[in-house]
């Protein structure tokens, strides 16, 4: 058995290993950033570094996310591709729902042509489709390298 945590982005329900989990906070406003790309919200502190806010609606193709008094922001801790360093990012959500336990068996896997490479498989419990993320799988790694451009470029003009 593995522990996932629940959150609604629009109308879906994703899932995150809470090993990957750093904080959950309630939302707040970014710092603007000037050039950046579509689903990057804007920046924020997290502990002593500057990390982006990712629209999660927007990197997963489901419309922006829209701030209200139930969204959130989940720290998440993330493996860079090859490499064993790793680095944060701010994610947005709508709510936070629960704390799941699901086991290997009930991961159900979907076939890679209908399927994101982020999507480890799916789960549903109560008439809940949940799909199951693998965080470390949703940005490229051109992606990376332009958040590193970004975040570079903001710890310059501090």
């Known amino acids: 058995m593995n522990s996932y945590l629940t959150f609604r982005v629009v109308d879906e329900v994703f899932a995150v290993s809470v090993s990957n989990v750093m904080e959950i906070r309630e939302y707040e406003e970014p710092k603007p950033v000037p050039q950046k790309m579509a689903f990057i919200k804007g920046l924020i502190d997290f502990r002593d570094e500057v990390i982006p806010l990712i629209d999660t609606g927007m990197k997963f193709n489901l419309g922006a996310v829209e701030a209200s008094q139930s969204s959130v922001i989940v720290v998440l801790n993330l493996k860079k591709e090859g490499e064993d360093e790793a680095f944060r990012v701010a ?65 310059k003009s501090k």
């Not at 399927?115 to 799909?131: H, I, N």
């Open 91 to 155: 994610v947005m959500a709508d709510a936070v729902s629960d704390v799941v336990e699901i086991g290997e068996d009930e991961l159900k896997t979907i076939r890679h042509d209908y399927r994101p490479e982020y999507v480890a498989g799916s789960y549903s419990k109560d008439d809940t489709f949940v799909l199951v993320i693998d965080p470390d799988q949703v940005f490229t790694q051109n992606e990376v390298v332009e958040m590193d451009k970004i975040l570079s470029a903001a710890k």
